[in-house]
């Protein structure tokens, strides 16, 4: 399934911008370094995205969650 034009918006912004209105939140994730990650699933075209640092040090980045992990 392809995103929506919302995912699509949603994707590569800050932490400190908020999930689009279709956006739910659906698990919390503990990382490797001890961070929060958290998975949000789409109403509309049902994409998986994830709010999470790459590391520790970097801000929370609004990315993709696929079959591999997140980038």
């Known amino acids: 399934m392809s995103l929506c034009d919302l995912?699509?918006?949603?994707?590569d912004r800050p932490g400190h911008?908020?999930?689009h209105p279709r956006l739910a939140i659906s698990a919390t994730l503990r990382t490797?370094?001890?961070q929060n990650?958290?998975?949000?699933?789409?109403?509309?075209?049902?994409?998986?995205?994830?709010?999470?640092?790459?590391?520790?040090?970097?801000a929370d980045r609004w990315t993709r969650l696929d079959a591999e992990g997140w980038r």
């Open 7 to 11: 995912c699509e918006s949603q994707l």
């Open 17 to 19: 911008v908020p999930p």
């Open 37 to 58: 990650a958290f998975v949000y699933r789409c109403g509309h075209c049902g994409e998986t995205l994830l709010l999470a640092s790459d590391d520790g040090d970097a």
């Open 32 to 34: 490797a370094s001890g």
